[in-house]
């Protein structure tokens, strides 16, 4: 258990109203399940405890706030989205490679929590788990502790930043997300050649701006890394 969190004594041991005995863990999930379907404003004791079959008030027992149980949920999806993730047996590029895309999938999956929480710090065990284990990756390419602690911030941001774009467009009604994509073939490539000659020039490549940039991004940022890394520490490097 992190500190500052309710103590074990303390938490609700009989069944709600609905049959449904409290924990943590089923709170989380409801809290997912609400956020998913209804959006931001459906995570409040209120609605949660309507959802559970409880009193709002036993939600206190396990978390002190709604930003206290954001914080379990985000750190749910990073242990769902590292699940299985074995960064010693790889090259530190493609540890580095496999967790960024691992972490934007599971915002990916849950786009309307990744709003609400893709900036946030955890300070839970999963999120404990992963910045180790980037901070380790980056170690082992050669990196000074300080660079691997700089550099992994700038790889963390770029992944959590490209996570909580692509949810937000993901979260937008379809009928809005297909005009948004359509633009780039649509108005973009209809611009004049004399008021926007660049445009004009690239015109059969503007698709392109649709959909995601985040793998490119990626391989973009691990390229400088790997060119800027000092001589391996050991492990596997290629």
Do not use: Q
Request: with cysteine.
């Amino acid at each position: 258990m992190t500190e500052g969190r309710i103590p074990g004594e303390r938490r609700r041991r009989k069944p709600t109203k609905s049959g449904v005995l409290l924990s943590e863990d089923v709170i989380v999930d409801c809290a997912l399940r609400l956020v998913g379907e209804h959006g931001p404003d459906a995570l409040s004791v209120r609605r949660l405890g309507a959802a559970l079959g409880c009193d709002p008030s036993a939600l206190y027992r396990y978390f002190h706030n709604t930003d206290d149980l954001l914080l379990a949920v985000a750190d749910r999806i990073i242990g769902e989205a590292t699940e299985g993730f074995a960064p010693e047996t790889m090259s530190w590029r493609a540890g580095l490679r496999e967790m960024a895309l691992r972490i934007h999938r599971g915002y990916r999956e849950h786009p309307r929590v990744a709003a609400l929480a893709a900036y946030r710090v955890t300070r839970r065990a999963h999120e404990f788990r992963a910045v180790d284990a980037g901070i380790g990756l980056l170690r082992r390419a050669g990196f000074s502790d300080e660079d691997a602690v700089r550099h992994y911030s700038a790889f963390v941001d770029t992944v959590l930043g490209h996570a909580a774009l692509d949810a937000a467009h993901l979260a937008l009604p379809a009928e809005r997300r297909a005009a948004d994509d359509r633009a780039w073939e649509g108005e973009y490539a209809g611009l004049s050649a004399e008021t926007h000659p660049h445009l004009a020039a690239v015109r059969p490549h503007l698709a392109l701006m649709a959909g995601s940039s985040f793998e490119a991004a990626l391989d973009l940022l691990l390229s400088a890394l790997e060119a800027a890394a000092p001589r391996p520490r050991g492990g596997i490097t290629s």
